[in-house]
């Protein structure tokens, strides 16, 4: 997971703290916002690890703090629901701009209810997943207790959450008053998902029967059996979340269009704008890549770190059909490798430019085996190591012949 630091100014020029995470492998197949619950912040141990389940199926997700909590700027007291949705859209048109415009919305809790609420701004947005979400905003003063009144009489309180104390205005209980979700849900035309545990605690699985009945198809609902409300618990139930998200918004969002290499030879490979080169072996697809140092994206291994598993690959293969025809006990071979090019003395015989002019190739091999054999076993397999074909290849007169093809 590639992971960069993001700073975002919202519309009223505060500064907002985003990490994108990406996949480390290929170019994303979407983008995804996620909204944390209410308090909380894009650091929960929760989120990244939902976050870290999507990346590994190709989804990239921005995950933020909204105004006033974890490492963005702004006062929370003088924050409420509207202007979480307000970051979500600042955010959304950040990433639109930057990148790619987000296709799915995630919200954890009262940031589940903020996606929804969000949802109907964006026309981008094909799928809303919700986790463990409030269906009316409103149920978050619940948690205020009997600093209600206080709040309502005099305009303003602070009120102890997760151990932290934060200051709420009369401004924030109105503003949740004022909102109803139901409603928008009715509305949207989008793929939804709801995610709850019926053991929540916190926010009670009847709101997720809400938000289910007021949303229209495509709608679905799955159960977090046993996780409490932060998915803190356990954390395979975080992780089972991010890999249900990623397969269920597959089938709402546009996938990349990917035509499969074709040759008549044995290997095909195809390079465009980037570094990043599509290799097609019939029957078998790898991506190779060069490292961003050089102006890659890293998606793959190098082409020398491919010669280099190609040996390594070869010498496994052939110390096991040996060891299995000579019934030796070989448990297991491990091939260590390097390359480097490095400075010879005169050679006489030497056929390379490289080794005319005093460089050449050099592999470092280093065997590593497992099993109950002998010195003499060892000092055999060694051998026979040397005698790998694509070792024989490496030392032998090599011709490649290239045309360009009509």
Not at 308 to 317: E, Q, V
């Amino acid at each position: 997971m590639k992971t960069t630091r993001l700073t975002i100014q919202n519309r009223d020029n505060i500064t907002i703290s985003a990490r994108l995470e990406q996949p480390n492998d290929q170019y994303p197949i979407a983008y995804a916002i996620f909204a944390h619950c209410f308090t909380c912040s894009k650091s929960l141990r929760a989120v990244n690890a939902i976050s870290r389940s999507l990346t590994s199926k190709g989804i990239a997700v921005l995950r933020f703090d909204f105004t006033g909590l974890g490492e963005s700027e702004g006062d929370f007291a003088e924050t409420n629901f509207s202007s979480n949705i307000s970051d979500l859209l600042d955010v959304s048109a950040f990433l639109g701009k930057e990148y790619q415009a987000p296709s799915i919305l995630i919200g954890h809790s009262l940031g589940g209810s903020a996606v929804l609420m969000a949802a109907k701004y964006l026309d981008n947005v094909t799928a809303v997943a919700t986790i463990g979400s409030p269906s009316e905003p409103v149920h978050v003063s619940d948690q205020f207790g009997y600093k209600i009144e206080e709040i309502r009489g005099e305009g303003i309180a602070k009120v102890t959450l997760a151990g932290r104390e934060f200051t709420i205005k009369k401004q924030f209980l109105d503003d949740l008053e004022n909102t109803n979700l139901l409603e928008t849900v009715r509305g949207l035309k989008k793929a939804i998902l709801v995610m709850h545990s019926p053991h929540d605690k916190t926010v009670g699985i009847r709101n997720a029967e809400q938000i289910y009945k007021a949303a229209f198809h495509p709608k679905s609902f799955v159960s977090l059996d046993n996780a409490d409300h932060l998915l803190m618990n356990n954390k395979e139930d975080a992780v089972y979340v991010g890999e249900v998200i990623a397969t269920w918004a597959k089938r709402y969002i546009e996938l990349p269009k990917v035509s499969k290499l074709r040759t008549s030879q044995a290997v095909v490979v195809k390079t465009e704008e980037t570094f990043t080169t599509e290799i097609s072996t019939g029957t078998h697809s790898l991506t190779a890549d060069e490292p961003e140092s050089v102006g890659g994206n890293d998606f793959g291994p190098s082409p020398y770190e491919l010669l280099l598993a190609s040996l390594g690959a070869c010498t496994g293969m052939t110390l096991r059909m040996y060891a299995n025809r000579k019934k030796w006990d070989l448990k297991s071979v491990k091939v260590h490798l390097s390359h480097k090019k490095d400075y010879i003395e005169a050679c006489e015989e030497c056929v390379s430019d490289n080794a005319k002019k005093g460089k050449i190739d050099v592999f470092d091999r280093v065997i590593e085996l497992e099993g109950n054999l002998d010195d003499k076993q060892k000092a055999r397999l060694l051998n026979i190591a040397d005698k790998c074909p694509v070792h024989r290849t490496l030392h032998g007169e090599v011709e490649v012949n290239t045309v360009l093809k009509a």
